[in-house]
């Protein structure tokens, strides 16, 4: 057999239609997960030491398949065995909790994906900010561990690329005061002197 006979088996092996119909199977066998993962969960615990605490991704249960509503993701997740369920929003915590999980890590409630507006960006500072010790707090209250924040994207409108990228100048203050690092320390209040001080559990 050629070079040329050879490539030409293997552009009809993975041939535009090929590769769909790959897709479209991969896809297919999806949607079979929640009913895979519901029967595991009638049947008996996945985790038998408990030596790894499980979690589970509300969104990701949530937005495809059979779309999962919090209080069936629990009963399934607490059925495998795991501890968690993440990324919910305070108002439904309550669910959680009444199948005795938890929130391992909280979204800091940044409005939008929550990876698209963070520190990185001075236009969103003072929200960010105020939005996750807001959240910090709440979790406090609720027993949650730990609150969840992101550097962002590099546009000045973060929803928008074409409103170009985030200057260096803008990023790096002339003074410490004023820097993000500083605001942080500030609202977790941290002495701006006592560089080994850690925020306080409020903040």
């Known amino acids: 057999m050629d070079a040329n006979q050879n490539e030409a088996q293997l552009d009809n092996r993975w041939s535009r239609r090929h590769l769909l119909s790959l897709a479209a199977a991969g896809a ?12 595991a969960a009638a ?10 605490k499980q979690s589970i991704v509300f969104w990701c249960f949530n937005v495809a398949g059979e779309k999962w509503d919090l209080d069936t993701l629990c009963r399934v997740g607490k059925g495998l065995g795991c ?3 993440e990324l919910v929003d305070p108002k ?7 199948h005795g999980l938890v929130c391992a890590i909280a979204s800091n409630g940044m409005p939008g994906a929550p990876f698209m507006r963070g520190f990185n960006n001075p ?3 003072d929200e960010v900010l105020a939005r996750t010790k807001k959240t910090i707090d709440a979790c406090a209250d609720a027993g949650f561990p730990s609150v969840i924040a992101f550097t962002g ?6 929803e928008d690329p074409k409103s170009g990228e985030i200057s260096r100048e803008a990023q790096s203050p002339k003074s410490e005061e004023g ?8 609202a977790a209040g941290v002495p701006a002197t006592d560089a080994t001080a850690r925020p306080s559990a409020s903040a």
């Open 43 to 52: 049947q008996s615990p996945a985790v038998k030491n408990g030596r790894i």
């Open 83 to 85: 501890q968690s369920v």
């Open 123 to 125: 236009a969103y500072q």
């Open 179 to 186: 820097s993000c690092r500083w605001r942080i320390r500030k």
């Open 28 to 39: 297919a066998g999806m949607t079979q997960i929640p009913k895979v993962a519901t029967a």
């Open 92 to 98: 439904d915590w309550g669910v959680i909790k009444q």
């Open 153 to 158: 994207f590099k546009w000045r409108k973060a």
